[in-house]
């Protein structure tokens, strides 16, 4: 049974371009979260997808940051007209239940994607 | 989303010393997990704890559910080399912000 598996492993853009990172969870999951690590930092978490629908989308940056989890395919977190500062870790992390609130379920990580920002 | 603190960020350890870290949360939680990042690595499940006050054991980790559900702790006997990574508990979902510790051979 395949983990989560996140591509590319590592990205490197230049100011302005697009990032696209991909994650697909673990076979018969069906929840998706995904995490920003800056170096020597914690995850912030950014948003909480299901099949189709964005449930918690609170760490979300308000401007140039999308995420989406079409019914087939992987789950994508889309940065637009990247900067310096978006240069980062980003996590993808499934659960077969709901990984927040009451019954948060364990959450599987997969090895990240490293975006770099020229 | 939650706000959980973690203290100390930082422990540094001789190998064979206790190391614990503390999480604290300023609203009660309905169940709290703890995650082990190793240096490069990603965040890998350690455990869940659910009930008021309950104490769970992993051979030298011990982990601690607060009485009213606002803070738990994570207890490492003789720490090894291998447990060095940065240790996060976690409000399901919404992570704490580490405790890194360092074990010096």
């Known amino acids: 049974n395949a983990g989560v598996m996140q591509n590319p492993r590592h990205l490197v853009r230049r100011r302005g371009q697009e990032a696209r990172l991909r994650c697909s969870p673990m076979?018969?999951?069906?929840?998706v979260y995904w995490y920003r690590q800056l170096p020597e930092e914690g995850l912030k978490f950014m948003v909480y997808?299901?099949?189709?629908?964005?449930?918690?989308e609170s760490g979300m940056p308000k401007e140039r940051f999308s995420a989406e989890f079409p019914k087939e395919g992987p789950s994508i977190l889309r940065i637009q007209q990247v900067v310096r500062g978006d240069s980062a870790a980003y996590f993808c992390?499934?659960?077969?239940?709901?990984?927040?609130?009451?019954?948060?379920?364990?959450?599987?990580f997969g090895e990240g994607s490293r975006l770099t920002v020229l | 989303g939650q706000q959980v603190m973690q203290i100390p960020q930082y422990q540094h350890v001789q190998e064979g010393e206790d190391f614990t870290t503390y999480c604290n949360s300023s609203?009660?939680?309905?169940?709290i997990q703890w995650y082990k990042q190793r240096p490069g690595g990603h965040p890998v499940f350690l455990i869940q704890?659910?009930?008021?006050?309950e104490v769970k054991k992993q051979k030298r980790l011990t982990f601690q559910f607060g009485e009213a559900k606002k803070n738990s702790s994570l207890h490492i006997t003789a720490t090894q080399t291998t447990d060095v990574g940065t240790y996060f508990c976690?409000?399901?979902?919404?992570f704490g912000t580490g405790t890194s510790l360092t074990v010096i051979p």
């Open positions: 992390a499934s659960s077969l239940r709901p990984g927040t609130g009451s019954s948060g379920g364990e959450l599987f």
């Open positions: 076979k018969g999951h069906s929840h």
């Open positions: 997808l299901q099949k189709e629908n964005i449930i918690d």
């Open positions: 609203t009660t939680l309905s169940n």
């Open positions: 704890l659910v009930k008021s006050g």
């Open positions: 976690a409000a399901p979902g919404y």
